[in-house]
């Protein structure tokens, strides 16, 4: 036996087969009652639950803490018949007048009363707390962290290391605050954990501010050897165990900014989760058992080291058993704020009052109820509004009501309920609030037009301020929303600041003011017109500014781009020259005296094409000429970024690597993590072996060999994007827009060194299967964010790279990747096809039809295809090509029903192409729609319904049911959009 294991022993010995303690030196005693009945926890009166952890919570409403020592040093629990029980204190907040107390307690019956006595008040006695003896082994527990000051497990079995988590309120005395990227490590050798399939238990409160994130995990990272527990959108629980029998998924919502309960239990074959007490979800499958290996490794906050969790946790426990559904609902009621199982001290006498007897209160105020409840083992204040009634207070002796904002006079019911040992007594305190403080009235100033460059602002005019600080409420916030219109918008005090319009049409710009009462919405539309173009925005280069070895340089408007040569001479010279060789043909020479200090500035113009060319730098003294510099393979020519998620990653589309090479397409450091790791020019490759140096993926690298080889033109492609990220992982940190730990910050930063912010023609985005399901940012499904997230990311390239012109967007596979929950997919495929509604310059091009096909990768050829139908785009918009057919995917423009509302009429924006095997690809109001024949006449197709039809919306193709060989196209060859709950109009008149 071990020396922990023995002091264990000793420690169990001591207290589970003590006799009475002798408490003579203990002033003062109290009583409290452990409740399993209907009016405490409500336990089932079969249940029994042996040394259970039972949280004892002590406040000064009713524990005297000045007649203890300042640490609880003298405080001692004993059973009812003076047998001591083990005891840890996790918290003594004196002055705050609160504690935490966890009591191992040998036995707890359902539906029974149970008395614990405490004693305190002995200045000779010695601290007693230990939580070794009632967190261990014997009872099952592994690992258990109160997250209360220093983090540490209580079982004393576990190392753990914080990265920089905070001290932040919790559920049972201080917890921990987890700000992103920091979290706790549990270490890489914990040789105690369950292995194999063995049973166990793993549990945390915490309360999330955002979702997507780890809470907990254990384990290694290989097949079934994991438990980790996330929090995932739309806001629920799972389990990921690595594709295990012990995976689960929670059903239950789990809201943000609150604080839950999560417990998974394991058996072999059987994996429970249980939420705030109750069982959400089990799972009893035949998938394969863990297959835990030791050592195990263990993470709060996240897992291997890299932490998502952003919120507070607090009581994170593993367990080698696997708890059962009463000892998890005892420990909820036990340990909520609001907690049921224990009550507090029990006062002497029996009188059973409140005063007042009534209360009224002004809006925004506080009134404070006394009670006597003398004999009372436990204590209810619950609020009555209308049809709401929420428990607001347990154990108290007092309770001070917060009126809160109203909107007129309203009234509610303050009850009071006391549990005796003979029954439970009640009392109704009448409660009527006076309204008093005024909402804000207020008006938006704003322009009544707009032409989208200039800087304008709208300014929220708040009429009644003085009205609203007499009352104590002049302090108002505002939130804005400014659309449908694509904008670049900053908030100022009381005002919207709209820097630029990516189209026109009307905005509509709306301020919600609040005071802490009810929020008040006001709108005003400006109508905005952009100018038919835009002139080029000049990039002011630094004042160290030099060419470097193999450098791509975008041309601007006029066709050329500029090299510049800037510096300070380390020696003094009469002149500083510059010569421009065009294919090794001098073709021009730029000269100019150096300032006084030795500064200098040159600068060259580079035509664009086909053209190597190299410069010589040099200086002139005494009628002499030296070069100090030469540097060549430059090239000019039109920049790209392409940026997105693994489909814009493209280097999954098979084994080998491609032999084509050229000179002609150029890119700037890696698509790595690190991208200071590589920073210099190179040939652009389809994929790399090499840290993806100089890689920019198979459609980026076919896209740019056609242009080339089209135009005649250099091409530089800039890669951006990285595999199995949603949309709001790419938005810009404003704070810091070159972050390395963002992609947005990456990516930035390449740009900006390849000195190529200016010289960036148009932004290409696939993007959207990780936001096709429930983990959108807030807590929902990735479609309810994604348009504004784009429109924000849009905004920040539009920033960074001011003449960029047009954007172009793939429109995703259908459930890609096998993402999305309950058609979420069709609803996030709806949001890509509607997003040029919000831009002037934004073009979709659709990945259905892709042969081969994907389905989340494709092959080379797939990819091929990408560059194929996105080039006629941009070959549109910059080179002048002209095309005698469409070449756009069909989009669907109006749903119109016929008089007889026996059909559908579906206007697109070219001609389509009918197919008898279409008809039920077509869904009316979600259900698959009984489509008789589909004629198209043009740009037109007129469904023709088996009979009338009421619905109100139509959708083509559903992510769950469909078929290469079933789509809808354009005369053009081109799959057409899918669309989804598009509203059918009336018939028209």
Known sequence: MTASALSVAVLLTSFAGAAPADYAGWRHSGTVVVLTTPDGANLDAAAVVTDFPLLVRLHRDFFPFAEAKPNGDDLRVAAADGTPLAFEIEDWDAARGEAAVWVRVPQIKGNARQQLKLYWGNADARGASDPKAVFNASNGYLGVWHMAGPVRDAVGAVASKDTGTAPAPGVVGPARHFPGRKGVLGGDKIAD??????????????RAEVPNSVVVGWGNEHAQGKVVVQYRSPPHVQTDCYFSDANVAGKKAVPLGEWVQVVHTYEKGNARLYVNGVLDTAATTKAAPLALKSPARLWLGGWYDNYTFVGDLDEVRVSKVARTAEWVRLQYENQKPFQTLVGPLVRPGREFAVTPAAVTVAEGGTATVRAEAGG?????????????????????????????????????????????????????????IREGIPEPVFTLRAPATWDGRATVEVVAEVTNLDAMRAAGAGEVSLTWTAGDIAVIKEVGPGKLILRRAQNSGPLTVTATASNGGAPVACSATIAVREPASDPWVRRLPAKDEQPEENQFYARDDSGE???????????????????????????????????????????????????????????????????????GNLVCGDAYVITGQSNAVATDFGKDDPAFRSDWIR????????????????????????????????????????????????????????????????????AAPEDPATIYGRLLWRVRQAKLTHGVRAVLWHQGENDQGADGPTGGYGYETYRQLFIDLAAAWKQDFPNVRHYYVFQIWPLSCAMGVNGSDNKLREVQR????????????????????????????????????????????????????????????????????????????????????????????????????????????????????????????????????????????????TFCDVPVLAPRP
Not at 376 to 390: F, H, P, S
Not at 696 to 723: I, Q, T
């Open 193 to 206: 954990f369950p292995v194999g399939s063995g049973p166990h238990s793993t549990e945390a409160w915490f």
């Open 376 to 432: 009372a083992e436990k204590l209810y204040w619950v609020l009555r509004r209308g049809d709401r009634e929420q428990v607001v207070a347990t154990d108290r002796f007092a309770f001070t009501l917060d009126a809160g904002r109203v909107v007129g006079d309203q009234t509610a019911t303050l009850l009071l309920k006391a549990v005796y040992p003979d029954g439970v007594k009640t009392k109704d305190i009448p409660v009527t």
């Open 561 to 631: 781009g500029t090299l510049h040569y800037n510096g300070r001479l380390d020696a003094p010279a009469d002149a500083v020259f510059l010569k421009l060789y065009a294919d090794d043909r001098l073709v021009k020479t730029e000269a100019a005296a150096p300032a006084a200090d030795g500064s200098f500035a040159l600068s060259t113009r580079l035509k664009a094409g086909l053209v190597k060319y190299r410069v010589e730098f040099g200086t002139t003294a005494g009628g002499r000429d030296t070069v100090r510099r030469a540097v």
């Open 667 to 734: 890119t700037y450091g890696t698509m790595s993590g690190n991208p200071k790791a590589v920073a210099a020019w190179g040939t652009a490759v389809h994929r790399s072996r090499d840290g993806e140096k100089f890689q920019v993926g198979y459609w980026g690298m076919e896209f740019a060999r056609r242009l080339v080889e089209e135009h005649k033109l250099p091409v530089c492609v800039l890669n951006g994007a990285v595999g199995g990220t949603r949309i709001d992982q790419h938005q810009r940190n404003a």
């Open 834 to 977: 509607t997003l040029p509604t919000a831009f002037s310059n934004l073009s979709v091009m659709s990945t259905l039809g892709i042969e081969p096909p994907g389905g989340c990768h494709f092959p080379a050829a797939g990819y091929a295809e990408f560059a194929r139908l996105i080039t006629p785009l941009v070959e549109r918009d910059f080179y002048g090509k002209k095309s005698v057919v469409p070449i756009t995917p069909p989009n669907l423009l109006r749903a119109t029903y016929t008089a007889a509302r026996d059909a559908v009429v579906l206007e697109f924006d070219q001609p389509v192409r009918w197919d008898a095997a279409l008809a039920g690809e077509f869904y009316l109001d979600g259900e698959r729609a009984k489509v008789a024949s589909g004629p198209a006449s043009g740009n037109r197709l007129t469904l023709t319904l088996a009979g009338p039809s009421a619905a109100r919306r139509i959708t083509y193709l559903d992510g769950r049911a469909w078929s290469q060989a079933r789509l809808l196209r354009g005369d053009n060859g081109l799959a057409a959009l």
